[in-house]
């Protein structure tokens, strides 16, 4: 399918690595022009080599004083990928103060203030695209991710909130909300759930499969097809919208 979105400019944050990376690749591959940005320079410079033509920018979610310098530098956009890093793992009790409120400054405030700063343009040239990447633990809480449960649950209500308040500008603005990816990130939440539970990692993988329907983790590219679908023109009448590409995992309609 031609998702008819050659020569847009598009942000993906996080793009270095899992993820975000298969999301910068569908998306380059639709001959969208392709910035990809992180913490990790090293990690950019060579996602920007596999994806073969992508720009990129370092920058630290957390800094939310810099992100005004990090937009200018960055110039407009048309498609913005909010995909950030996740919190400490832990219950939802017990944590330090101080983890609850960098966590919020590095995934919920810095998505907001960076889609305030790219949507003017967006709304000036009457097209624009806002994909914010949560998890499933948002609306079905994961044990060992507390603080990530409560901060992607907020982002949804944000993002239907946005939705409703520019799609008259012709700007969408939708969730993608992936199940158990294989992923580093997934591969380190195993780790700690065996940690917690005092059991190997392999029996927490195949306890995750045996509750997902399809039976195992899905492939970044998976969840890419679906990202660069809400980006295209043929989803311009999809906005405020969670769609989970979850395997099934989810049960509740």
């Known amino acids: 399918m031609d998702l008819k979105i050659a020569g847009k400019r598009a942000l993906i944050l996080g793009g270095n690595r899992g993820m975000g990376l298969a999301i910068a690749k569908a998306l380059a591959a639709e001959s969208v022009s392709v910035t990809i940005a992180a913490r990790d320079e090293k990690a950019l410079a060579d996602a920007a080599k596999e994806i073969g033509a992508a720009d990129m920018v370092r920058v630290d979610l957390s800094d939310t004083a810099s992100l005004t310098a990090f937009a200018a530098e960055v110039g407009d956009i048309d498609i913005l990928f909010n995909n950030t890093g996740g919190p400490p793992y832990g219950s939802a009790i017990g944590h330090d103060l101080s983890d609850w409120e960098e966590s919020f400054r590095s995934m919920s405030l810095s998505v907001i203030r960076l889609t305030d700063l790219f949507l003017p343009a967006m709304r000036a040239k009457g097209w624009g695209r806002v994909v914010t990447v ?41 969730v993608l909300m992936p199940g158990r990816v294989a992923t580093e990130r997934v591969g380190i939440t195993d780790e700690a759930t065996a940690a917690r539970e005092k059991i190997d990692v392999e029996s927490v993988r195949q306890r995750s499969f045996s509750q997902i329907p399809m039976g195992r983790y899905a492939e970044p590219e998976e969840i890419a097809s679906v990202a660069a679908f809400l980006c ?17 995992y989810v049960r509740h309609v």
Request: proline share 5%.
């Open 232 to 248: 295209g023109q043929p989803a311009s009448y999809v906005t405020g919208s969670v769609y989970r590409v979850d395997g099934g």
């Open 134 to 174: 949560v998890s499933t633990g948002a609306i079905q809480p994961i044990p060992v991710l507390g603080i990530s449960n409560t901060l992607r649950a907020g982002l949804i209500a944000w993002s239907k909130s946005l939705a409703a308040e520019v799609a008259v500008d012709g700007v969408t603005v939708n």
